[in-house]
């Protein structure tokens, strides 16, 4: 009888599987405030935004901490979920390291290198934590609003002539001078691009999570509108790329006996936005200036730069890169070294030397690492792909960030790709301890 109850007992241990944090409460609170901070990466006016500082100076060491400090059978468990966790990732680092070797250069190997293995120790510390999907949710709406808040100190500062910015801020002003919220004097681009990725995380809470009362659903609506916002003072015009994805994934997740009321709410938005591009017409002109950019790049003779037609450029260089370097590509440092070590690309206009990328995430791999290191990329949203299948948060964040690689860098921007990493690692935590409920 003893040795069947043992035998029971260990069985129901399951020494492979992370068992809930049952240590100080005050504890792990504070550990689960740290985590949810994610969404301050994307500004500036917030500690430890607009750069990867959330996971090397915040989550990241607190996660490595807390995982130094339980038992050595939760700790390999623990470790052997992280490893599972980055899997995916590995194809693309991968790549990256054969082109690393091959060109002799660093490139920025070791910030995608770090961004993965915090995002490990991240996904590790938030399992045992026991972090669900209603405490990252709420943590983006809290984002909306306080980016909200950011961009209006700089729109109503740069009107009262910069008395409301803080020391050290300035304003960042567009090619013909008007003023772009960038969330502390940033980069209004990915400024934009996070506040996207909030808003969705927002909408999809109000549809998706159960533990959010009907008042806090309406609360959601409410900052990821901010978010909209936010957007709409950025003047990017990227980022509402990823509002498509956005809708369909809200009228699969709705119920069926729902989906009238989403397709209602969703024309409500659409009707919404539109009167804020009416109300707001720096952001309406700009909007019309891509078009009328695209049609230039085409029909001019000679290039001349706009923010459109510098795109379209950057890819035609990075395509004819492909061309005359398939393997390897051209190892991409600046447009001045790819001139040099690839003659026949011949001159590269002049307004586009002082760039350091192309606006373009696939096009950054072709010209870096050619075939190998694309071939690496690809992979890896594949694997990321079949991760997020029937998981609409984890499915959010790898549309979204396709829809901004589009027209800007995700896996090759520190600040992004740890926006992305994090939110991931995090997402992909509360979704397993969502389940083991």
């Avoid at 240590?23 to 792990?28: C, I, K, T, V």
């Avoid at 599972?84 to 920025?108: H, K, M």
């Avoid at 502390?184 to 549809?207: C, E, K, Q, R, Y």
């Avoid at 037609?309 to 890819?315: I, P, S, T």
Wanted: glycine share 10%; with cysteine; net charge positive.
């Amino acid at each position: 009888m003893e040795r069947s109850l043992l035998s029971a007992n260990l069985m129901a241990e399951k020494p492979n599987e992370i068992r809930p944090y049952e240590g100080s409460p005050w504890l792990r609170g504070f550990l689960l405030v740290c985590l949810c901070c994610y969404p301050v990466i994307g500004a500036r006016y917030l500690p430890f935004g607009d750069s990867g500082r959330y996971m090397s100076v915040l989550a990241g060491p607190l996660s490595l901490l807390f995982l130094l400090t339980a038992g050595a059978r939760q700790r390999r468990a623990a470790l052997g979920e992280a490893l599972r966790w980055a899997l995916p990732f590995l194809s693309f680092l991968a790549a990256y390291t054969i082109v690393v070797l091959w060109y002799g250069r660093a490139f920025d190997y070791s910030s995608v290198l770090t961004r993965v293995l915090y995002g490990a120790l991240i996904f590790s510390a938030a399992r045992m934590l026991g972090i669900r999907t209603h405490h990252l949710v709420m943590a983006a709406a809290i984002g909306c609003a306080l980016y909200l808040a950011a961009a209006l100190v700089e729109i109503v500062g740069f009107k009262l002539g910069h008395s409301m910015l803080p020391a050290g801020r300035t304003p960042y002003l567009a090619e013909n001078g008007q003023l772009r919220a960038s969330g502390g004097g940033g980069n209004p681009i990915h400024f934009s691009d996070v506040a996207m990725w909030l808003v969705g995380l927002s909408v999809l809470g109000t549809v998706s999570v159960k533990q959010i009362g009907a008042g806090m659903r309406w609360g959601l609506l409410a900052a990821a509108t901010a978010g909209l916002l936010v957007c709409v003072l950025s003047g990017s015009r990227g980022a509402l790329v990823a509002l498509l994805p956005l809708l369909v994934l809200v009228l699969i997740q709705m119920p069926k006996r729902r989906r009238s009321l989403a397709l209602g709410l969703s024309l409500s938005v659409i009707l919404a936005s539109a009167c804020l591009l009416i109300l707001y017409p720096p952001f309406s002109e700009r909007l019309w200036l891509a078009w009328l950019e695209v049609k230039r790049y085409y029909t001019e003779p000679v290039f001349t730069y706009s923010s459109v037609g510098a795109r379209l450029e950057m890819w035609r260089i990075a395509l004819r890169v492909m061309q005359e370097s398939p393997v390897f590509g051209g190892g991409f440092v600046s447009y001045p070294q790819l001139m040099k070590d690839i003659p026949a690309l011949g001159p590269i206009a002049p307004s586009l030397l002082d760039h350091a990328h192309l606006h373009n995430d696939l096009m950054q791999s072709i010209a870096l690492g050619g075939a190998v290191l694309l071939l690496g990329q690809l992979m890896t949203l594949a694997g990321l792909a079949r991760r997020a299948f029937a998981q609409p948060f984890l499915m959010w964040i790898l549309l979204a960030g396709l829809s901004f690689g589009l027209t800007d860098l995700v896996f090759h921007n520190n600040m992004i790709f740890t926006f992305f990493v994090a939110a991931w690692a995090l997402f992909s935590a509360a979704r397993v301890n969502d389940e083991g409920q």
